[in-house]
């Protein structure tokens, strides 16, 4: 049984930082590409930041330079380190697993960016 678990989520203020982290189960990690999505209330599920299963990373535009996703293998735990966080990151933040005829969703852990 496949479960991606979340963490870390909360509220900041306009400026301050949070690290989410997806402990995974059930799956490699490292044979994962492994996502963090977003998305707001009504708006669509956006990818923030991705890794690849061999380690390669991309962002979305409007997080670069501010989030950082990392992986630990060993602990089998994906994070995302949000820094200069604005209002407009509040959102659900999901972790997501993947590899050909598999995809898996964690629960979500919700960020709110608010003075």
């Known amino acids: 049984q496949v479960q991606l678990v979340e963490s870390g989520g909360g509220l900041v203020q306009p400026g301050g930082s949070l690290r989410l982290s997806c402990a995974a189960s059930?799956?490699?990690?490292?044979?994962?590409?492994m996502g963090w999505y977003r998305q707001a209330p009504g708006k669509q599920r956006e990818l923030v930041a991705a890794?690849?299963?061999?380690?390669?990373?991309q962002y979305v535009d409007s997080v670069k330079g501010r989030f950082t996703i990392s992986r630990d293998v060993a602990k089998n735990t994906v994070y995302l380190q949000m820094n200069s966080l604005k209002p407009e990151d509040t959102a659900a933040y999901y972790c997501?697993?993947?590899?050909?005829?598999?995809?898996?969703w964690g629960q979500g852990t919700q960020v709110t960016v608010s003075s």
């Open positions: 059930g799956i490699i990690l490292g044979l994962y590409a």
């Open positions: 997501n697993a993947g590899r050909t005829g598999r995809n898996y």
């Open positions: 890794i690849s299963s061999g380690g390669s990373t």
